[in-house]
């Protein structure tokens, strides 16, 4: 289970919530919410866990493109692929920054016509797949141009320009 952190308003209390996964692999979250019995007009914490149990295929998508996650899920099932899990960019971060990633074979990296392409927490979680051995696929209109190019308009610098260079094996040429 991983998570943006404790959930914490004024003095502690330790719980401890359990998520056993079933036989199915996939991505799945649980929202939680944790108020006071004793104190009602308390406030009330709310937290999202998430779980990824079997998974070694992982469609990642920005969060602009998630819209497209169908067309890629046909894909790979009429292709055989199993061991499908979906998430978004930023659930993706937080199970880079739990370093909780380590079992993905495949990555599909659903960049979409969105931007910016990579953040610096993906870029590193794409890296560390990459140096690990996982295959990488990146699919997006202007990925490069927003990397490498060093437009005014686009989002990348040096560490970008090196990642697309370096990593994605490509050079940025023209728009």
Not at 28 to 48: C, M, N, Q
Request: glycine share 10%; proline share 5%; charged share 15%.
């Amino acid at each position: 289970i991983v998570g943006p952190g404790p959930i914490s308003f004024g003095p502690s209390n330790n719980f401890f919530l359990a998520i056993t996964p079933g036989k199915n692999c996939g991505v799945g979250s649980v929202d939680v919410e944790v108020h006071s019995e004793r104190l009602p007009k308390s406030p009330v914490a709310r937290s999202t866990f998430y779980l990824m149990s079997g998974v070694d295929n992982l469609l990642m998508s920005h969060p602009d493109g998630v819209k497209y996650d169908s067309v890629y899920m046909r894909a790979m099932v009429n292709a055989g692929v199993q061991n499908i899990g979906v998430m978004d960019r930023s659930v993706f971060e937080v199970f880079q920054t739990a370093q909780e990633l380590s079992g993905i074979k495949n990555l599909y990296y659903n960049v979409s016509w969105a931007f910016p392409g990579v953040s610096d927490i993906s870029m590193a979680a794409l890296s560390s797949l990459m140096d690990a051995g996982t295959n990488v696929f990146i699919a997006g209109q202007d990925f490069g141009w927003d990397l490498a190019s060093l437009d005014s308009n686009a989002n990348g610098n040096a560490r970008t320009k090196s990642f697309f260079q370096n990593y994605c094996m490509a050079d940025f040429v023209a728009d």
